[in-house]
């Protein structure tokens, strides 16, 4: 059983930066593509960024290319999520998920037709002056 768990949310003003952190309990860690989802107060759940177990690929939702920027060590087991200058309408819960093997398409893009098999318990981020 994979256990993800996130930190690095709070409250930060619009402009500002935020590093979330998805560390894993895994030992082949590197075996996981993972990525990052927001459910934001009143709405459904989106994928925003996912890196894949192979090739380090990369996908990034509209809203957030060249703001945020997704990388991951496999020797601490663990995924970033750079956030910069953060919009009001950044505010969610921020979740990481895994999937072992899988492309970054199939957890991100095909989302939610297709389920991350493991999710952490979310981080709060709010952006608010």
């Known amino acids: 059983q994979l256990l993800l768990v996130e930190s690095g949310g709070g409250l930060v003003q619009p402009g500002g930066s935020l590093r979330l952190s998805c560390a894993a309990s895994e030992f082949n860690f590197d075996d996981y593509t993972i990525g990052w989802f927001r459910q934001a107060p009143g709405k459904e759940r989106e994928a925003v960024s996912c890196?894949?177990?192979?090739?380090?690929?990369?996908y990034y939702a509209n809203s957030v290319k060249g703001r945020f920027t997704i990388s991951r060590d496999n020797a601490k087991n663990t995924v970033y999520l750079q956030m910069n200058s953060l919009k009001p309408e950044d505010t969610a819960v921020y979740y990481c998920?895994?999937?072992?093997?899988?492309?970054?398409?199939?957890?991100?893009?095909?989302?939610?037709?297709?389920?991350?098999?493991?999710w952490g318990q979310g981080t709060q981020v709010t952006v608010s002056s």
């Open positions: 890196i894949s177990f192979s090739d380090y690929n990369t």
């Open positions: 998920a895994a999937n072992k093997y899988a492309t970054v398409q199939a957890i991100c893009a095909m989302y939610p037709v297709v389920q991350p098999d493991y």
